[in-house]
């Protein structure tokens, strides 16, 4: 059973960044495509990005193309860890930030992903 724990989330002002953080245990991380999702007020749960490592330090990655060029997704294999790089935030932004992983190649489908994180808020103000 993999658990994972998402940390980072906070308030900022448009234009910042913020640094999230998933820490995976139970599993071999390696073995799974790790990704991001968000879900807003009122709103279905969105992919924001998913990586795949390769080898050990060789990774594929895909980009939801609303954080394209703006967040950057990267992983510690040594630690467990995928972390999510935000830049440049909008308030439309704003959302509590899911880590998820799954035993499957790269998706932005929700029902590829058999573990998900208790989530972290990330709130941006304008």
């Known amino acids: 059973q993999v658990q994972l724990v998402e940390s980072g989330g906070g308030l900022v002002q448009a234009g910042d960044s913020l640094r999230l953080s998933c820490v995976a245990s139970g599993g071999t991380f390696s073995d799974y495509t790790m990704g991001w999702f968000r879900q807003a007020p009122g709103k279905e749960r969105e992919f924001v990005v998913a990586i795949r490592f390769i080898t050990w330090n060789t990774a594929s990655t895909y980009y939801a193309d609303s954080v394209k060029g703006r967040f950057t997704i990267s992983g510690d294999n040594a630690k467990n860890t995928v972390y999510l790089k935000m830049n440049s935030l909008k308030p439309e932004d704003t959302a509590v930030y899911y880590c998820?992983?799954?035993?499957?190649?790269?998706?932005?489908?929700?029902?590829?992903?058999?573990?998900w994180g208790q989530g972290t808020q990330v709130t941006v103000s304008s």
């Open positions: 998820a992983a799954g035993r499957h190649s790269l998706s932005r489908d929700t029902d590829k992903y058999d573990y």
